[in-house]
């Protein structure tokens, strides 16, 4: 069964990636962070991180978040590295627009620049606030 676990989970990221960025979304961000980032108990809700689009530090936290993941008070969120770079700029602005967050839209580019860093949730530091 644990050979099949990678495959189930390639056949629901095809359903998703055929639903465009909300169905990804809603299979990798809305089961904790719910479909509007509202939160889903214990999971925090995202309105917190609007500011972060703004400024290249902010950014570059987004970035590294999603490709590594991050500890928090609720727990752990997994990094999504499997994903293309594409995949998750598409995400970000996904939330960049459900938060109506002020800045430029996310690129491929600059999630490639975060990769290879092999970092930890642990060491994904939020930076101060914008």
Partial sequence: ???FLPLLFLVGLGAALAQGTEGLWAKTCAVCHGEKAQGVRPY?????VGPFFATPEG???LVLVVLYGKKGEAGLMPGFAQLKDEELAALLNHLKALLQAKG???TPEEIR???GLNLTPDGVKRPGKP
Avoid: A, C, I, S
Avoid at 44 to 48: D, H, V
């Fill in 1 to 3: 069964m644990k050979r």
């Fill in 44 to 48: 925090p809700g995202l309105q917190g």
């Fill in 59 to 61: 950014r570059r936290y």
């Fill in 104 to 106: 430029d839209p996310f």
């Fill in 113 to 115: 620049k975060g990769r």
